[in-house]
């Protein structure tokens, strides 16, 4: 939860518009709540409002909107080159920083007219390093699927292969899968509803191993009494019996790679998205629109980095030159 009460109020205004209007999602929420703060705290620097250099001990309760108002793009500018250079964030990093600070700006000129000039209107995305996503090959990915599935030792193997089984095939996000409900899987049509970000909606089409290993947690492995009241719908439950968390998806992903002998280092349960998005691309003559569609990204530029290729394909291709024998 955002502990508004060190917010000034329009700062809070604008992530109330942000919640009602825009339909952001919480942890966005959290985002715009976290980006703003910390500009408004190097503005209160900037400006010699305060002689606290320790971030975590600047309030921004009493940043007036007549300060607001004296920010031009220089400021903003100025808080991107801090970020980079000071602590060193990466271009990823400061985009959606100025993403946030953007639609901030925007919304005190546009919608509450608080000021007069929007200093972010002209306002550069950083470019983001394009690379070539880790993802596990197809002898990995089932490794890891039959060193997951053989678990004698694991109470918890039917539930723990049906996550991994999930991640691997459809290319869901870690948060999709945490709130996956049995109602939003419709088991004669081998479909699924996940809310992904920006509270948009989406359907996965399941295939047969997913809807088996699924269907074989529920019927086997599910506790189906004592479950806490707020996560009877949940899918995946814990140890507690409650809606399984992030960080316990996160171990259990890290155990198994372990256990299959894969670098946990180099892997992750985002690097199985990856893999899920790689294979289908490589072996499933999956078209790119397709690919965007299944992955929920906004933006096709997002889902192009999957449209890599390995090295063998590069070697193919300069071999099978006609001119490679001349």
Excluded: W
Excluded at 80 to 94: D, F, H, I, M, N
Excluded at 221 to 233: E, T
Excluded at 244 to 263: C, F, H, M, P, W
Excluded at 283 to 312: C, F, K, M, P, W
């Amino acid at each position: 939860m955002i502990d508004r009460s060190e917010n000034p109020e329009y700062l809070n205004s604008f992530l109330d518009y942000s919640i009602t209007i825009l339909n952001k999602s919480p942890n966005s929420i959290k985002e715009y709540n976290y980006d703003i703060a910390m500009f408004l705290k190097f503005i209160k620097i900037r400006f010699k409002l305060t002689n606290e250099t320790d971030y975590s001990n600047i309030t921004i309760l009493d940043i007036p909107i007549s300060i607001i108002k004296k920010i031009k793009l220089e400021d903003i500018h100025a808080f991107l080159s801090y970020l980079a250079t000071t602590l060193k964030s990466k271009p990823a990093t400061r985009a959606r920083k100025c993403s946030s600070i953007r639609i901030f700006f925007k919304y005190l000129s546009q919608k509450e007219k608080l000021i007069d000039i929007n200093p972010a209107q002209n306002l550069e995305t950083p470019k983001k390093e394009k690379r070539i996503p880790k993802y596990l090959s197809l002898d990995e990915s089932k490794k890891l699927l039959k060193i997951t599935s053989d678990e004698e030792d694991n109470r918890n193997s039917k539930r723990d292969y049906a996550i991994i089984t999930i991640f691997l095939n459809c290319g869901i996000r870690l948060s999709e899968l945490v709130n996956i409900n049995i109602k939003d899987i419709t088991f004669t049509e081998y479909k699924l509803n996940v809310i992904g970000k920006g509270n948009k909606e989406r359907t996965i089409y399941l295939n047969k191993a997913c809807i088996n290993a699924i269907n074989d947690y529920i019927q086997n492995a599910r506790p189906k009494d004592g479950i806490k009241y707020d996560s009877k719908d949940a899918l995946f439950l814990s140890e507690r019996k409650e809606r399984i968390s992030n960080r316990t998806v996160q171990y259990v992903v890290k155990r198994e790679l372990k256990k299959a002998g894969l670098d946990t280092n180099k892997y992750s349960v985002h690097k199985l998205r990856h893999t899920a998005a790689t294979l289908m691309y490589q072996y499933g003559n999956i078209d790119i629109r397709a690919l965007q569609e299944l992955l929920g990204h906004e933006s096709i530029s997002t889902t192009e980095i999957y449209t890599h290729v390995e090295n063998s394909q590069v070697r193919n291709a300069v071999e099978s030159n006609p001119l490679a024998n001349f």
